[in-house]
């Protein structure tokens, strides 16, 4: 793990702890991320993260809208995977991202408890992750 995913996963333990996030951690975030930070908080500061859960298990996965005008959304890991373009584009292939904005909406939402919370059957939820 590089240094910056080390500062980052210091933050994001700091925010779970507190379920709260100040300005020298949103500076940090912003430092690391850059735009996708940015968009990042749009997203959440309009709703647009889920966690779908299943009922039974307790697993979940979390979606969340994209910003472009078709409003997609994207199925995503928060530390480990999305299935949007910019993950497989900039992150996998190009190396040039730590994370795309959706996973750092998905984790500042949980992190701060702003997520929309979705329960689901386990069958749902096996469906659902089927399709990735």
């Known amino acids: 793990m590089g240094a910056s995913s080390l500062v980052a996963e210091t933050v994001w333990k700091e925010i779970e702890s507190t379920h709260s996030v100040t300005d020298d951690q949103i500076s940090i975030l912003h430092f690391l991320f850059g735009k996708n930070f940015e968009r990042a908080t749009r997203i959440v500061d309009q709703r647009g993260v889920k966690r779908i859960v299943g ?72 469906l659902l992750l089927s399709k990735l």
């Open 55 to 126: 009922e039974s298990s307790g697993r979940w996965i979390f979606q969340v809208v994209g910003e472009s005008r078709k409003k997609e959304e994207y199925f995503c890991f928060a530390e480990h995977y999305c299935a949007c373009y910019s993950f497989f584009y900039d992150i996998v292939n190009r190396g040039e991202q730590l994370c795309c904005k959706h996973q750092l909406a998905a984790r500042l939402a949980a992190s701060v408890g702003a997520c929309v919370e979705v329960k689901v059957s386990d069958e749902q939820l096996a």
